[in-house]
Each structure stands twice: as C-alpha cells, then as structure tokens.
T-cell receptor
Framework: DSGVTQTPKHLITATGQRVTLRCSPR?????VYWYQQSLDQGLQFLIQ???????AKGNILERFSAQQFPDLHSELNLSSLELGDSALYFC???????????????FGPGTRLLVL | QQPVQSPQAVILREGEDAVINCSSS?????VHWYRQKHGEAPIFLMI?????EQKGHDKISASFNEKKQQSSLYLTASQLSYSGTYFC??????????????FGTGTRLTIIP
C-alpha cells in the first residue's frame, strides 16, 4: 500500500458524459501527478500540481482539467468523453515539486475508466 | 518524443540476467525506472541524475550515459518476482518548469522457473 488513494476504482460511462476522478496523496506529500495508461499509448504524463498550483503539463487534452484543493487532494475532470478515453488513470504523489530529480513517486491503485 | 526501450519483451529462466535499454532523442536531465505488474500500479525502482553514478540495490542496478542519451537497467540472477513490465521515464534538459516526464514504450519481462 503506497498511501495514495484513488476513487472510484472502476467507472463505466457513455460517450459525451463527464466524470471526476479523485486522488488523495500520501500524508505530507505536496505534489500530485496524473497519468493515463492505455493499451496503445502506454503511460502518459498528464499534469502535475504542487501545493495547489499547476507545476507541469504533459499530454493533457483540453477536454480534461485538474485541480488540487487546499487539503491537497486532487481531482481530474474528464468531459465530452470519447471511446478513446477508456484507460487506467493513475495519480502519484511526492513530497517535493522537483519531479525531475526527486527520489520517489508513489502511485495510487488507479481508476479504470470504460467509455461505452 | 517517447524514449524507445529495447527489447520489447524478454523471457528468462530464473537465475538468468537481463538488460533493458532506454534511448532518447533529446538531451536528458534524469531517467526514472519503474516496474509494473499486470493490473497494478507502477512501482518506482530508481532515478539516475545527470552527472550521477550508476545506482543499484539488491540485484537491480542501472546506468545513465548522458552523452548517448541512454540508460540501461540490469537485472542479475533474476527472480520470479522480477516479472512485469519495466518502463523508463525521462525528464528533458529544457527550461525548468516546462519539462514533462515522458515514459518509454515498456519492456515486458517474464521469468519462468
């Protein structure tokens, strides 16, 4: 158990809908990262937040948005869902904002999203 | 640009050694290695920084050749628990704050008894 929690574990929805994925980082970690893992594209970095502010941006679509709240939990909002958005969505946390040279990122168990 | 890993897949007998390579087309600041078992979250293995030394723990080690923009992960005397997909993640040597972690294509390692 990494100490990072994600809800829900599974999500089934229809195209065009909007969903919210939630992540609670490890106690004391200020950075939250979101990743998307699909069969054909591997593991893709989406976005990083540090202490409530956006820190780095990856391949995040305009239909997707995220935020980190004062209690440090983070939400990833996916809207106008398409079949291709079906994937595993992971969040990870770490104590520092320096993603490129920090020692460890702790991954949550993931949310499996299926868009029908 | 996504780093390229090789081989894509490898099958070993328990006790054999393996090398997984990660190559990038751009200058790198650091390389991260992860292992992921099917249906589970990736587990961080180690990070190698530009100018740093080869790292390792137990029978898993890694090197980073920043001039060649390559990293290699070495697994010696492999154990059944080493099975999984290994990913390298690279941070580019660009304007700080604008980089992103880019993951490699993955290498599926299967250890058989």
């Amino acid at each position: 158990d990494s100490g990072v929690t994600q809800t829900p574990k599974h999500l089934i929805t229809a195209t065009g809908q909007r969903v919210t994925l939630r992540c609670s980082p490890r106690s004391g970690d200020l950075s939250v990262y979101w990743y998307q893992q699909s069969l054909d594209q591997g593991l893709q970095f989406l976005i990083q937040y540090y202490n409530g502010e956006e820190r780095a941006k990856g391949n995040i679509l305009e239909r997707f948005s995220a935020q980190q709240f004062p209690d440090l939990h983070s939400e990833l909002n996916l809207s106008s869902l398409e079949l291709g958005d079906s994937a595993l969505y992971f969040c990870a946390s770490s104590p520092t904002p320096w993603g490129r040279d920090q020692e460890t990122q702790y991954f949550g168990p993931g949310t499996r999203l299926l868009v029908l | 640009q996504q780093p390229v890993q090789s081989p894509q897949a490898v099958i070993l007998r328990e006790g054999e050694d393996a090398v997984i390579n990660c190559s990038s087309s751009k200058a790198l600041y650091s390389v991260h290695w992860y292992r992921q078992k099917h249906g589970e979250a990736p587990i961080f293995l180690m990070i190698l920084l530009k100018g740093g030394e080869q790292k390792g723990h137990d029978k898993i080690s890694a090197s980073f050749n920043e001039k060649k923009q390559q990293s290699s992960l070495y697994l010696t005397a492999s154990q059944l628990s080493y099975s999984g997909t290994y990913f390298c993640g690279t941070w580019g040597e660009t304007n700080f704050g604008n980089e992103k972690l880019t993951f490699g294509t993955g290498t599926r390692l299967t250890i058989i008894p």
